[in-house]
């Protein structure tokens, strides 16, 4: 995936908000709080992270192309990045990257999920 696409995939997202940081990667948060993150691929940790359920954690961790998220996967957070397409297609990603997004939005405190509603 392209950065253009992946920061126009996340873009779309109602209140998501991007931000260039840790090193400059692409970091789309919502409510203040990270959902997916594009380092470069040419970088010894780059790809798409995204937080997944789960259950889909557990599949994923173990394919070609996908391991848990340097960094936050050493703080005991169920991330996963993608760093090349054998088994996971742009297409799928950016269902990942939507459901990681809902489900970070879903676990935000009530009164941000209620701001956020109530903002256009």
């Not at 998220?69 to 090349?84: D, E, H, N, T, V």
């Not at 054998?86 to 269902?95: G, H, I, R, V, Y």
């Amino acid at each position: 995936m392209t950065p253009e696409r992946f920061n126009q995939v996340c873009g779309s997202l109602p209140h998501a908000s991007h931000v260039v940081q840790f090193g400059g990667a692409d970091v789309w948060k919502i409510g203040g709080k990270l959902f997916a993150a594009m380092w470069d691929a040419s970088r010894k940790n780059g790809g798409v992270t995204f937080k997944p359920s789960p259950i889909a954690y557990e599949i994923l961790r173990a394919q070609p192309g996908l391991r848990p998220a340097p960094y936050l996967a050493s703080r005991g957070l169920k991330w996963i990045q993608r760093f090349s397409d054998e088994t996971m297609s742009d297409d799928e990603l950016e269902a990942y990257v939507a459901q990681s997004y809902r489900l970070v939005r879903d676990g935000l405190p009530r009164r941000v999920r209620e701001s956020l509603q109530g903002t256009v």
